[in-house]
C-alpha cells in the first residue's frame, strides 16, 4: 500500500489517497528461494523483490489498478489528481 499526498501552497487545497496492490506468490521450493535469493540484491528494494527483474518469478498473479504503486509512486493516481484536482495536464503543459 502507498499514498500520495498533494498541496497546492498557494490555495492551500489538498488531495490525499491511498493504492493498494496485492502480490500473489506462488508456492516456492526452498532451492527456489535459494536461488533467488543469490542472484538478487534483496536487500536493496522494498518487499525484498524487484518485480522489474527476477522477482516476477515469485508470483502467481498481481492485482491493482496501478502497477507503478507496487514500486513506488502511484503514477495513474497521480496523474488523474493533477487533472481533476489541480487542472494541470502533463499532455498540455508543454
Given at each position: 500500500?502507498?499514498?500520495?499526498?498533494?498541496?497546492?501552497?498557494?490555495?492551500?487545497?489538498?488531495?490525499?489517497d491511498?493504492?493498494?496492490?496485492?502480490?500473489?506468490?506462488?508456492?516456492?521450493?526452498?532451492?527456489?528461494?535459494?536461488?533467488?535469493?543469490?542472484?538478487?540484491?534483496?536487500?536493496?528494494?522494498?518487499?525484498?523483490?524487484?518485480?522489474?527483474?527476477l522477482?516476477?518469478?515469485?508470483?502467481?498473479?498481481?492485482?491493482?489498478?496501478?502497477?507503478?504503486?507496487?514500486?513506488?509512486?502511484?503514477?495513474?493516481?497521480?496523474?488523474?489528481?493533477?487533472?481533476?484536482?489541480?487542472?494541470?495536464?502533463?499532455?498540455?503543459?508543454?
Amino acid at each position: 500500500m502507498t499514498s500520495l499526498y498533494l498541496v497546492d501552497t498557494e490555495s492551500h487545497h489538498e488531495f490525499i489517497d491511498h493504492a493498494q496492490f496485492n502480490v500473489h506468490f506462488r508456492d516456492l521450493s526452498a532451492q527456489e528461494i535459494l536461488n533467488y535469493l543469490a542472484q538478487e540484491d534483496v536487500l536493496n528494494c522494498a518487499g525484498s523483490f524487484k518485480v522489474e527483474g527476477l522477482g516476477i518469478s515469485l508470483f502467481e498473479r498481481l492485482e491493482g489498478d496501478d502497477f507503478n504503486s507496487l514500486i513506488g509512486l502511484p503514477l495513474i493516481m497521480l496523474n488523474n489528481a493533477l487533472i481533476n484536482h489541480f487542472n494541470i495536464n502533463p499532455l498540455n503543459s508543454f
